[in-house]
């Protein structure tokens, strides 16, 4: 899986896969369509917070938080989905365009526009998160346990030690 989608009443928070240790990096408004590899280069990169803070992720708020109903910013961001064996990076493109009837409506392809697809992916009140690949049109899952029937859950944990470059001042 790459994103897991808040199931709560309230929330609308978007995570990474941290266990691959997905980054992702906000673009703003613009043309889904003509973000390409160029636009992964120069730009801040940003990962969930280790500690599970919900507003502290690396997509943030995506949504207008003044609406009564979240309205989508339209913004793209980039997905590193991590590396694969021998450091090769995995990116996609992501657009959360809407939150309808209880439903989160996403779109995403690779960098180079290939293997696009579009999801709909509805909120479980039953679970805290619903999960979705990016990869081969896109697929949902449902792992986890019913909400109320676990307490604690092990799971891979990764902390990243950071440089910052004397000269530029970015992160290295």
Known sequence: WDIALDCSEDGYHILLNYA?????????????????????????????????????????????????????LNHVYIIDRGKLEFGKARYRKLMITAFEDGKYKIKFAALNGSDAGTLEIEKDSTLNFVYASLMDGGKVYSFEPNKRDWDLCFSHYIDFAYFIDSETGKLD
């Open 20 to 72: 691959q240790s997905s980054f992702a990096t906000d673009l703003g408004k613009v043309d889904f369509d003509a973000v390409s590899n160029d636009d992964k280069d120069d730009v801040e990169w940003f990962l969930d917070s280790p500690r599970g803070y919900l507003d502290d992720t690396a997509i943030g708020y995506w949504w207008d938080t003044t609406a009564n109903e979240p309205l989508s």
